[in-house]
């Protein structure tokens, strides 16, 4: 079965600080997509990066960029310059190819501290 | 509309009721996703359709839930003699074609089962 696994519950850094959320995965495709999405308090779910499998090169998006190690299967998050506005909850997630699903990871709530 | 409407925002009701949650895509959507988020985990997925054909209903939990999407548009997720069990925030998505390119969620339904 395919899982994602976000090893970090929680993480806390000051304002303008770099932070990295790590996410490792389990799958036997070949060809997949890999999201972060964001929660924040309002609960709404906004799509904060996407990177597919095939390519080599990682995604970025602004302040925003991941890491992403095809062989090991991890994927992490970086956000450049924090914001408070980056406070919310993290998720990690990978699609399913052919079952066109998503599975999502636990989670990581990250705070910005001013 | 401009995204993925769900209503109601929030649902209360006393368990052993029958509740349905109500999903209206993006016009022209292909695919519609039902997920279910428990508080503090990352959405589970539930279900997905493919115009009105339902895909896969592996991830319902047992035969109290069931979806249908009859026009290939607005989709309903009914749940019958609902249980405490089943608060939750559902989620309903939906993706342009078949693929994982781009997926919007909408606000979710808040259910509480008293």
């Known amino acids: 079965a395919q899982t994602v696994t976000q090893s970090q519950p929680e993480m806390s850094v000051q304002e303008a600080e770099t932070v990295t959320l790590s996410c490792t995965y389990d799958?036997?495709?070949?060809?997949?997509?890999l999201f972060w999405y964001k929660q924040p308090p309002s609960r709404q779910m906004i799509l904060v990066i996407r990177q597919e499998a095939y390519k080599q090169q990682n995604a970025t998006e602004n302040r925003f960029s991941v890491n992403f190690q095809k062989a090991a299967k991890s994927f992490s998050l970086k956000i450049s310059d924090s914001q408070l506005g980056d406070t919310a909850m993290y998720f990690c997630?990978?699609?399913?190819?052919?079952?066109?699903?998503?599975?999502f990871g636990q989670g990581t709530r990250l705070t910005i501290n001013p | 509309g401009a995204g993925v409407s769900q209503s109601p925002r929030y649902k209360v009701t006393k368990r052993g009721q029958d509740v349905a949650l109500r999903c209206d895509p993006i016009?022209?959507?292909?695919?519609l996703y039902w997920y279910r988020q428990a508080l503090g985990q990352g959405p589970e997925f539930l279900t997905y359709?493919?115009?009105?054909?339902?895909?896969?209903k592996s991830g319902l939990p047992n035969d109290r839930f069931s979806a249908e999407r009859p026009e290939g548009s607005i989709s309903t997720l009914t749940i019958q003699r609902t249980e405490q069990r089943d608060s939750a925030m559902y989620r309903c998505?939906?993706?342009?074609?078949?693929?994982?390119?781009?997926?919007?969620f909408g606000s979710g339904t808040q259910l509480s089962v008293l």
């Open positions: 998505a939906s993706s342009p074609h078949t693929g994982f390119e781009k997926l919007f």
């Open positions: 997630a990978a699609s399913i190819q052919g079952a066109q699903k998503l599975v």
């Open positions: 359709f493919n115009y009105e054909a339902q895909q896969d």
């Open positions: 016009s022209g959507h292909v695919s």
């Open positions: 799958t036997s495709e070949n060809n997949y997509y």
